[in-house]
């Protein structure tokens, strides 16, 4: 199990969010993916990790709830979130000289609860259209 650096005080949320960016990374990277960019931000959207899955380019979203008070992890993907994650994943696929029609692909959500002790993987959690 990989282990975040609790040991630092700290209160900025960007630094917990990569915190547990990486900490998605590594449990995905321990199931086999292969990490290929982080933090992919264009005008539209970001994506937190783009992986591969044998042939299949991953596009996924990291949340983090620190309890479950008011719902789960990923029940904080939105549609405009889902939205907003497609046409970035899509022009991140056109830069990489890649067609959205003939690659593979698919949009995942890595849910966080309890300090990183609860991971849940959900594999094509948001679909096209």
Known sequence: MVQLPWNKPTTNKRQ?????????????????????????TVKCGEVDLIMRDTSCIVFVE???????????????????KATKLQKAATL???????????????????????????INWIKNAITQG
């Open 16 to 40: 917990v969010g990569q915190d547990y960016e990486q900490l998605a990374k590594e449990y995905l990277s321990q199931h086999g993916l292969v990490s290929l960019t982080e933090n992919f």
């Open 62 to 80: 990291v949340r983090y709830r620190q309890n479950q008070n008011y719902g789960l992890a990923q029940e904080t993907v939105t549609r405009s």
């Open 92 to 118: 991140w696929l056109i830069k990489n000289g890649l067609s959205p029609y003939e690659t593979e692909f698919r949009f995942d959500v890595v849910a966080i609860h309890r300090q990183g002790n609860d």
